[in-house]
Structures are given as C-alpha cells and as structure tokens.
C-alpha cells in the first residue's frame, strides 16, 4: 500500500507541533507551575476579588496550621513528650514552623517595651471611665496598686508611668487572651489543664511540600508516625490532631488509594478483552500510541493556557482515557471488516461523518464547561477538550499511516461473535417508558450540595478533633473580612463591627470573637485614649511628689505623647497572634479578619454584617454549599445548552433519521434523573458534570448503530465495555465526589449503550 498524507494527516502533524512548541516554550520560560492546594478545589464563585483574595489569604494560613496536643495526667510527662515529638520532627522539612511556646502567647516583656510611647494611646476603655468619672479616685487606686505588698505589677517605668497604666494595659491583653484561649505559656511550654489531665500544645505550619495532597507518605504520614511512636512508648499519654491538613491527608490518600486500584485493574481487563477478542498485540500498541497523544496534546493546553495547573485536573483528566479509545476501536473494527480493494484511507472517509458528529457533541461539552466559573473544571474542559481533538486527529491522519493488514488477526475470537438479528425499532417505547419515570420522580428531584459529604472522617481523627476542640474551645469556621481605604479606614470599620459583636456577647449570642481591634484599638480610639490621659495633667505632679520621683520624664512622656500605633510596630508575640487576622493591603484595599465563635441559630450574622461599611461574613461550610448549588445549576443550564445543540446538530446532519438518534439523549436524561431519586441522591455537582459527559458519550452509540455500513454493534459493545471499566468502576470508590460520579456515567452510558442495541438493525 502506498503512503500518502491526507488532509488529516497534515493537520495531525500540524496540531501536534504548534502544541508541543507552545508549550515546551511555556515550561522552559518558569511560567508553568503544578498547584497541589486542596482548598482551590474549593469554588469562591460570586465573591468580590479583593474580598476573595484576602479570604485567600488567610485560608491558606489556616490550611497549613496544624495543632497538636499531649495529654497525660502527669504534666512532666506530656511535657517531656511534646519536646521529644518537637526535637524529633526538626529537620525533616515537614514543617516550617513548629513552636512549643510563643506561637499565639504574649511575651509580657516584649508587650512591655512596646508601651514606651505609646502607652496613653492604649488606656482600655474600663481605664479610660474611671478616669473621666473621677480623676482623683483613679490617682489614689493607682497610688494603693503601687504601695500594696500584694501587687504583682512591675514599677520599673515608674518615672515616666506614675499612674501604673502600663500594668492596667498588659493586664487587659493577657485577660483577653486567656478569655480566647486557656492555653498559656507554663515552664516553656503551652499548656492548659481540663478534667484532669494536662494538656500541652504544639502548633506549627506545614511546608509546602507536606501540604502537597499526592506527598501520602511524607508530610502528615510523618506526623502520625512520630506521634504513634512516642505514645506507644509512654503509658497514659493520648495524641491529638486537629487542623486541615489531617483531614485533607485523609481523604485524598484513600481516594487516591482507592482509584489506583480501581484504575489499574480496569485497565488490565481492558487489555485483556482485547487480548483475548482481537488476539493481535499489535492493535494494543496501536490503541496506546492514541491514548499517548491524546493525553500529552491535552497536557500540553494546559501549559499554553494556564500558569497554575491543579493536579486534580489531571486526575479528573484520566476520564479522557476511557472516551479517546472509543475512536481508536471504531476505526480498527471498521479497517478488519473492510471490503475489498478498501484501504487504511477508504475507512477514513467512511468514518468522517459519524466519527465528526462523535467528536462534536462530546467535545461540545467540554467547550461548555470552559464557561463555567470554576477554575477547574475550566482546566478540566480544556484538557479534554484539545485531547479529544488530539485523539480524533491521530485515529483520522495517524492511524491510517501506521495501519498494516498484519495488525488484524482473522482467527480473531471476535470475527466468530454472531450479529444481531435484524429488527424493529423499540426506541419509542423507551422514549415513553423514561419520561413516565421521570414524570413519576421529577417531584422528588432537588438541587443539593454537602461538604460535610466529600469524605468521612475517620473514627481516629473524629475523636482528635473532639478533644482538641473540648480542650482549647476556639475552633470555628465563622469569619467576617473587613476591608478600608487604608490600614486606618480597615480598621476603623473592623472596629464598629466589633462592637456590636461585643454586644451580642454580652448578650449570650455569640461565645467570643477575635479581631485586631480587641487588642489594639484603631487610631481614632487611640487619639480618644490621648485626650483622657491628657486630663490627668494637673495631677501628675502631685502623683510624683506623693512617690518621691522627678516628674520631668513623665511630665515629658505625657506631653509628646501623639504617636498612633499601628500593626508593622507590634512585638513579634502580639504580632504572631494578630498575623492571620491581618491580610493587609491587596492591590488598592486593606482587609482585615474577624473570627467569631459560637453563633447562637437565631443570629442573621450575614445580615448583621452587610450592615456595615467594607464587612463580608463567611460561613465557610454554609458559603461551600451555597457555592456548589450554584454551580450546579450553572452545569445543568450548560447541560440543556449542550442537550439543544447536540439533538439540533444531530437532525441537521442526518435529517430524517436524525429524529430517531434524537431519541437517546432524551432517554439518557429522563433516566439519569428519574434514576436519582429512587437511589436516594440528590442533584448535586458531581452528578452534574457526570451527566454533562454522559450525553457526549451517548449519542455516540446512536449514531454508529444507526448510521453505519460496516457492522457496528461489536465496536459499540467493545466501547461500551472500556468506558464501564474505565468509568463505571468509580462506582466502587467510597470517596463520595467519585463514587456519584461513576454511579451517573455507567447509569448514563448503559441507557446509551441499550438505546444503541433497541434502534433498528440491518445487519450485514
């Protein structure tokens, strides 16, 4: 046979060189990077981006922090076990910061030497009352702190501090902490006592590396394995873990377990069907070359058009395994069943237009998806979209190249299998038969999404997370960015919205809140706080001769007194426990953050702070939910989008007989969705994008056992079968993202696969 280059052939060539130079030349310039983020899975659809930035932000902090608490009834010995699993975990690159004491603690003399100008700008607001109500009495409280012998307060600032205030202020910020947090610095170690047992508390930040959800053996592994050691050797001694990374360690290892073993047996009986129904090892080859180009030209988009690709796109990707070899089946079953004098190029052009309509309503719907206003699966839809191109490419202007009469074994068990009989058309049944269904259903179908349903915790990290909750009480998902102008207007608005916090507290409907303002006030407060610390010039003199100090120091402290203090002037200790709640300025704005704990039901907290200036509240398991709905219904207006183009093309193509082809997607859907609620699943995203898929993969049944002259029903049922294995066996998974998602394409494509079957047959 002689070779020659079809028009396929020269635009395979063509596409696969511009792709690999585009992104050869992408990779070697540094603008490609892989992001292995859990948390981007997560949508932030309909969030402003600043607000969304900042939110960013400190997720990202919070993603990284993990907490992890000794308990023993003898404190020396959690004590000795916090230090031993601290000692140990230095130098293995798991975390890049891990501290036994001053993460999230005042350093009492670094707040001290803070108060040096500007301790009158920092009166609590209890000082500042008593001041105004009655100058004298505070003077003569302040002389009976200084003379009593039972006074803790340090006097070493006496000469410019007469009145003490720096001992008042201190005070005020160790009791605010405390009231946040029970654990407190304790003989170098954070620590709290609850129902008899001593707690301590190590806190640190993961490195990137450990974050990294496909590290299933380093990072979080390391953690458990440190920790089980030490307490398997020390009797009575509990280990509790609490923070984003054990649960996002959790779910994707066993998820990533669980579709490396479904994957890779799915693939080996792939092979082995057509090992044992074609008997050529060839063909394998052939099919695999496919599968190659397909993947590296869908991988080679990716670093064309986006700088930050997610793992999980590729993950999600491997989908495109299981659609791309459907081509490759299509054109070898028709070149082994070829006539005479038909070459590897005959069948090109006998398979041009059913192979076109395949390609054009599965690649439809990944077109669609790049719409959408979720990250991934935009990556999703262009990774499969230029893979699918690629594989219709190689099968159309590869294949025939490559293809020898020798590659087709005739004693092949598959050339023995009997063809259906010749019958009549029982697609109209079906059509009524689905939409009673459906009618029966419909009322029973909602739109419903559940983080809570991505994963099931363990029973080990359940009850962690119930007793470093118990112990430190703090934890909450509850939190408002506030964002101004500047670091001033950001905190004047974060500082009115506190108040009413403060209100609801005092009122018992909310448990605590933690925000900037709560330790240091914002500048107008501060400038408050100067004017009343103004008001006890005419009795600073007298204060100082009482104590028998020179007044000039205080006198002078009291006077130049202007300076506002602002959050790049905190001490490290009172810096590190404000740092996560301050995103600081992005692009033109300042944001801030507000953790609150404990919301009684009966709180409209969204409500309350979209009644102040620059405030956006986020409930984050509420905020996800709501999120996913709405991208759920986005998928299901691309889906009827796509189901409209898919019918009109599919009648403008094959006219009359278009109308009967027409008839899958419809059965397609009404059992898909009729399906649903009789498994007791509601209409949730992954269901979405696996029905998105499904009516692509669908119609392609139809229109070879409609519109072929070379015996199709074997190649529909050897399509039908890979897809099952590549697709369908997700079924098994627990993780529930792929089990909905399997469970709906091997639904969707075994209502395809039995349309193809009940559609009128000649059969050769």
């Known amino acids: 046979m002689r070779m020659h280059f079809s028009k396929y052939s020269i635009a395979a060539v063509a596409y696969f060189l511009i792709l690999a130079v585009l992104s050869v030349a992408f990779v070697l310039s540094g603008r490609v990077s892989i992001t292995t983020d859990f948390m981007s899975m997560i949508p932030t659809y309909g969030i402003p981006e600043g607000v969304s930035k900042a939110e960013g932000q400190f997720v990202a902090k919070q993603n990284g922090s993990a907490n992890i608490l000794f308990g023993h009834e003898d404190f020396e010995v959690a004590r000795a076990a916090a230090v031993e699993f601290h000692e140990r975990m230095e130098g293995t690159g798991v975390f890049d910061e891990l501290s036994l004491s001053s993460t999230g603690s005042f350093d009492m003399s670094e707040v001290s030497r803070m108060l040096d100008g500007y301790r009158y700008a920092l009166l609590p607001e209890s000082v500042q009352e008593e001041i105004l109500e009655s100058p004298g009495q505070f003077q003569m409280n302040s002389l009976a702190a200084i003379y009593s012998p039972f006074s803790l307060a340090s006097l070493d600032s006496l000469d410019r501090d007469p009145f003490l205030v720096d001992s008042a202020i201190v005070t005020d910020l160790a009791e605010k902490a405390s009231s946040i947090s029970p654990v407190m610095p304790k003989e170098g170690v954070l620590a709290t006592q609850y129902e008899g047992m001593w707690y301590v508390l190590l806190q640190g930040a993961l490195s990137q590396e450990s974050l990294d959800i496909t590290n299933t053996d380093g990072g979080v592994g390391v953690i458990y394995e440190v920790g089980d050691d030490i307490a398997s050797s020390t009797p009575g001694l509990s280990v509790s873990y609490s923070g984003f990374p054990f649960h996002s360690f959790e779910s994707a290892s066993?998820?990533?377990?669980?579709?490396?073993?479904?994957?890779?047996?799915?693939?080996?009986?792939?092979?082995?069907?057509?090992?044992?129904?074609?008997?050529?090892?060839?063909?394998?080859?052939?099919?695999?070359?496919?599968?190659?180009?397909?993947?590296?030209?869908?991988?080679?988009?990716?670093?064309?058009?986006?700088?930050?690709?997610?793992?999980?796109?590729?993950?999600?990707?491997?989908?495109?395994?299981?659609?791309?070899?459907?081509?490759?089946?299509?054109?070898?079953?028709?070149?082994?069943?070829?006539?005479?004098?038909?070459?590897?190029?005959?069948?090109?052009?006998?398979?041009?237009?059913?192979?076109?309509?395949?390609?054009?309503?599965?690649?439809?719907?990944?077109?669609?998806?790049?719409?959408?206003?979720?990250?991934?699966?935009?990556?999703?839809?262009?990774?499969?979209?230029?893979?699918?191109?690629?594989?219709?490419?190689?099968?159309?202007?590869?294949?025939?190249?490559?293809?020898?009469?020798?590659?087709?074994?005739?004693?092949?068990?598959?050339?023995?299998?009997?063809?259906?009989?010749?019958?009549?058309?029982?697609?109209?049944?079906?059509?009524?038969?689905?939409?009673?269904?459906?009618?029966?259903?419909?009322?029973?179908l909602h739109v419903r999404n559940s983080v809570a349903d991505l994963y099931q915790m363990s029973d080990r990290l359940l009850e962690s997370e119930i007793t470093v909750g118990s112990v430190m009480g703090f934890m909450s998902s509850n939190y408002a960015i506030v964002e101004g102008v500047d670091e001033a207007d950001a905190r004047e608005n974060e500082y009115e919205f506190s108040r009413r916090l403060a209100q609801l507290q005092d009122e018992g409907l909310v448990g605590g809140y933690l925000s900037p303002s709560l330790f240091i006030p914002p500048p107008s407060s501060q400038l408050r706080s100067l004017e009343v610390a103004r008001s006890l010039r005419p009795l600073l003199q007298d204060q100082c001769d009482r104590l028998g100090i020179d007044s000039t120091a205080a006198m002078s402290e009291l006077d130049d007194a202007n300076g506002i203090l602002y959050f790049d002037d905190l001490p490290a200790s009172l810096g590190d426990l404000l740092g996560q709640l301050i995103a600081g300025r992005i692009d033109d704005r300042y944001y801030i953050v507000v953790m609150i704990f404990d919301i009684d039901p009966s709180v409209d907290m969204k409500s309350i702070a979209a009644s102040y200036d620059g405030v956006t509240y986020f409930q984050k398991v509420d905020d996800i939910n709501h999120q996913l709905d709405e991208l759920t219904m986005i998928l299901l207006k691309i889906f009827v989008i796509a189901f409209v183009i898919i019918i009109v093309l599919t009648i403008a193509v094959f006219r009359k007989k278009g109308l009967k082809l027409a008839m899958s997607p419809v059965v397609i859907v009404a059992v898909l969705l009729s399906s649903m609620p009789l498994l007791g699943q509601d209409l949730d995203f992954f269901f979405a994008v696996g029905m998105l898929l499904v009516i692509g993969l669908g119609l392609d049944y139809m229109v070879f056992a409609g519109n072929s002259e070379h015996s199709p029903i074997f190649a529909i049922a050897m399509c039908y079968v890979t897809t099952a294995l590549s697709f369908g066996t997700l079924a098994l998974s627990s993780f529930r993202p792929v089990h909905i998602f399997g469970v709906t394409v091997m639904i969707g494509i075994t209502t395809a696969f039995i349309c193809a079957l009940c559609a009128e047959r000649r059969e050769r």
Not at 277 to 296: D, E, K, M, P
Not at 394 to 411: A, D, H, S, T, W
């Open 254 to 444: 066993n998820a990533q377990k669980e579709i490396a073993i479904i994957t890779g047996i799915s693939i080996l009986l792939i092979v082995v069907m057509f090992l044992i129904l074609l008997r050529n090892v060839h063909v394998i080859g052939l099919f695999l070359l496919g599968i190659a180009f397909s993947l590296g030209a869908a991988f080679a988009s990716l670093c064309v058009f986006f700088k930050d690709i997610h793992i999980l796109t590729m993950i999600f990707g491997t989908s495109l395994i299981g659609t791309s070899i459907d081509y490759s089946i299509h054109y070898y079953l028709a070149y082994a069943r070829r006539e005479k004098g038909e070459d590897s190029f005959s069948i090109t052009r006998l398979l041009s237009k059913n192979l076109a309509v395949s390609f054009a309503s599965t690649v439809l719907c990944y077109a669609l998806i790049v719409f959408s206003p979720y990250d991934i699966l935009r990556q999703v839809g262009v990774f499969s979209f230029f893979g699918l191109l690629g594989s219709f490419l190689v099968v159309m202007g590869i294949f025939p190249l490559l293809i020898r009469p020798g590659m087709v074994n005739e004693k092949a068990l598959a050339w023995r299998l009997k063809p259906m009989p010749e019958h009549r058309s029982f697609l109209l049944p079906l059509v009524v038969v689905s939409l009673c269904m459906l009618a029966f259903t419909a009322k029973d």
